[in-house]
Nanobody, 121 residues
């Protein structure tokens, strides 16, 4: 069984920084793209950032220049460094990974349980 465990959420003042971490554990072959999505109250879930296992990165428009995604393939972990945080960054942040759990199977999406990030004015 594959699990994604997120850590690092919390409360921070506007202009501050937070780092989110997510590690995949369990029995699987490989994790392809790993990334972060967020969902604010009353809004749809949106892409924050995504990184492939070859370290190609893509960011949502609202976080470009402020957030940095990275990963450690040996640890099956992905990180999100969030700088210059704004109140509108307040949301539940979800880790996502495309994982092959066995040979001959395609990538399947897995989600973490979510971690709250709150940015105060």
């Amino acid at each position: 069984q594959v699990q994604l465990v997120e850590t690092g959420g919390g409360l921070v003042q506007a202009g501050g920084s937070l780092t989110l971490s997510c590690a995949a554990s369990g029995n699987f072959i490989i994790a392809n793209a790993m990334g972060w999505y967020r969902q604010a109250t009353g809004k749809q879930r949106e892409l924050v950032a995504i990184i492939t296992n070859s370290h190609r990165k893509n960011y949502g428009d609202s976080v470009k220049g402020r957030f940095t995604i990275s990963r450690d393939n040996a640890k099956n972990a992905v990180y999100l460094q969030m700088d210059s945080l704004k109140p509108e960054d307040t949301a539940v942040y979800y880790c996502n990974a495309e994982i092959v759990i066995n040979y001959g199977r395609d990538y399947e999406p897995y989600w973490g349980q979510g971690t709250q990030v709150t940015v105060s004015t």
